[in-house]
């Protein structure tokens, strides 16, 4: 079967694309932690980063309709969050003197700014590059080896999950007339189960497959990852240039507002 | 380099009192190629996982002149390699590259030489330029030919294959047949498709309920009809089929 929901962009060629994951991973947080250090209630910012961002999302050539649905799989989330904040934090109203956008309604729609910027920054991220050359620049810039070794196991195994997910909901699909009734919803706790044995089995075929190839505990890589100029200039670029709006916004909305 | 196999007396029980493997006594010569068909449950699998230490029973198990045992095991591993059943179980790596390097880098080649090893092999698999191809992306019959491959980039002396015709199409079965046939190490072939792997292998063993009931020529073994009914293969089907079908 053939898998596309991960990485489904990867393959595309934009400057973006073509960037080195490290780049990539730096400039990526390095935007992140900009955004959210904003503090609460300034919106004016947010027009900027939000212009930055869809100038990125334009050079990757990644469809913005792709990454909106991505966006609305954990929006909900971002929504609670930024709605009960006016409402849960005291003396930040929802109306106040007939207007609705008060201190708490800005500070709730900064919060969901934020969370919708760094989401997008990571879709981007995750979807202009391979995972595994993404999870190589992660391993180059520090992260433990272990956990880089179970990300790329966990990735190779949810497509072998998905897999199975789909043989056993084929298999109970095929003798199911109709929608399964709660009363049976047993049906799928068995099918679960049924994905978790296999899935034991194969993690202890896969570990003799590996043990057959001298492995000791130690992943190897083949270590192809290469910086050049062209990889830190555009990132560097991107950082600074929200650097620069964090910095000068900050005067910028006192005195437009003040 | 190819090497020879002996086996005395090997049985084997994933738990007590349910013995899988019953004083299993094979001897496989350098360069030979030796076909093993038996029922489900057989024990076909189970015996190819001690010729690399993966499993170890009562018995001896040597590869060459190395005794199959815990400190002889870096040896075993690079000596004989084992192309699993379901690709899938042998492809964990992000990449086809990264799969192929794997043994090569773990038996301590560096970087440049295991490089060159994986494009040796994808070479001898037809598959130059999947290098950076993710292997959950490749289709069965390529999966399997990366599979093997990342058992050549090792060059092991032997390499123990289970069920490799098992889910291929007759034009991939072929394709196998034709890379079987150019190997040059000792092959052990565990496969329920009596065609296939008569055709590629020189003796055949049947191994019936963990004991091997016959182990000769093909020719001979595939005489015995009532041996081969034992070992699962109804012959007088295969003669039907063939003089209605195919004659």
Do not use: W
Request: hydrophobic share 45%; aromatic share 8%; charged share 20%.
């Amino acid at each position: 079967m053939k898998h596309s929901f991960l990485d489904r962009y990867s393959d595309l060629d934009s400057p973006v694309h073509r960037i080195d994951p490290r780049a990539r991973l730096i400039a990526a947080f390095s935007a992140i932690v900009i955004i959210v250090s904003e503090p609460h209630g300034r919106l004016l910012p947010f027009a900027f980063y939000g212009i930055i961002i869809l100038f990125m999302t334009a050079m990757t050539r990644i469809p913005p309709g792709f990454i909106l649905k991505r966006c609305l799989a954990v929006s909900p989330f971002i929504i609670i969050a930024a709605v009960s904040y006016p409402l849960s934090v005291p003396g930040a109203g929802v109306v106040e003197n007939g207007y609705l956008l008060t201190e708490g309604v800005r500070s709730g729609l900064t919060i969901f700014l934020k969370a919708f910027f760094a989401l997008v920054l990571l879709i981007l991220l995750t979807s202009t590059g391979k995972f595994h050359r993404l999870l190589a620049g992660f391993r180059k810039l520090g992260m433990p080896r272990l956990l880089g070794v179970i990300s790329a196991l966990m990735y190779r195994y949810v497509f072998i999950l998905h897999d199975e997910l789909l043989r056993t909901s084929r298999a109970r699909d095929s003798r199911t007339p109709g929608a399964i009734r709660t009363s049976r919803v047993r049906v799928y706790g068995n099918q679960a189960a049924m994905i978790f044995i296999r899935s034991l089995e194969r993690s202890q075929v896969v570990y003799n497959s590996m043990l057959s190839r001298g492995f000791a505990g130690e992943f190897p890589d083949m270590d192809k990852l290469r910086v050049r100029a062209g990889d830190v200039l555009p990132a560097g670029f991107f950082i600074l240039l929200l650097l620069t709006v964090r910095i000068i916004s900050q005067p910028l909305t006192e005195r437009l507002f003040n | 380099m190819a090497c020879g196999i002996k086996i005395e007396n090997l049985s084997f029980s994933y738990t007590a009192g349910n013995q899988v493997l019953k004083n299993v006594s094979l001897d496989i010569g350098p360069g030979e190629k030796l076909g093993i068909i038996g029922p489900s449950g057989a024990g076909k699998s189970t015996l190819l996982l001690h010729l690399n230490g993966i499993l170890a029973g009562d018995g001896v198990v040597m590869i060459g002149d190395t005794k199959v045992e815990k400190r002889s095991l870096p040896d075993i591993r690079r000596q004989v390699g084992l192309v699993f059943q379901n690709p899938d179980d042998q492809l964990f790596n992000p990449t086809v590259e990264e799969d192929v390097a794997f043994g090569p880098l773990n038996f301590g080649y560096t970087r440049g030489e295991a490089a060159t090893r994986v494009r040796q092999a994808l070479g001898e698999m037809n598959l130059e330029g999947f290098e950076n191809a993710d292997s959950h992306h490749l289709s069965l019959g390529e999966r399997k030919r990366v599979a093997l491959a990342t058992v050549l980039a090792t060059s092991p002396g032997v390499i123990a294959f289970d069920e490799p015709f098992s889910s291929l199409d007759s034009v991939m079965v072929v394709q196998l047949l034709g890379i079987i046939g150019r190997l040059d190490a000792t092959l052990v072939i565990v496969s329920q498709s009596l065609l296939p792997l008569a055709s590629c292998c020189d003796r055949l063993a049947v191994l019936v309920g963990g004991e091997i009931r016959a182990c000769g020529r093909k020719e001979e073994v595939l005489a015995d009809e009532a041996l081969m009914r034992e070992g699962g293969v109804d012959m007088g089907f295969y003669r039907e089929a063939f003089k209605k079908y195919l004659e």
